[in-house]
């Protein structure tokens, strides 16, 4: 008896599947969810953590509290 495989060994296996993708599309939406700070701008956040040895709660307290800070990481 011939021992059967779950790997499909059809040469257009592969097309099959990249037209069904295709078909189904994609269900995750890119219109979801609030848009991210600019890169820079998280950058320069991350250096006064590091630089002040601030957590996450502390660093955002900051932000709020000094004109300074916000005006460094350009959220004025």
């Known amino acids: 008896m011939k021992q059967r495989s779950a790997i499909k060994t059809d040469l257009f296996a592969d097309q099959h599947h990249?037209?069904?993708?295709?078909?189904?599309?994609?269900?995750?939406?890119?219109?979801?969810?609030?848009?991210?700070?600019?890169?820079?701008?998280?950058?320069?956040?991350?250096i006064l953590k590091r630089l002040y040895n601030l957590c996450d709660e502390q660093m955002e307290y900051q932000l709020l509290d000094r004109m300074s800070y916000q005006r460094f990481c350009g959220l004025t």
Request: glycine content about 10%; aromatic content about 4%.
């Open 18 to 46: 990249k037209q069904t993708l295709d078909k189904l599309g994609d269900p995750v939406s890119s219109q979801g969810g609030r848009p991210p700070f600019p890169t820079e701008a998280m950058v320069r956040i991350l």
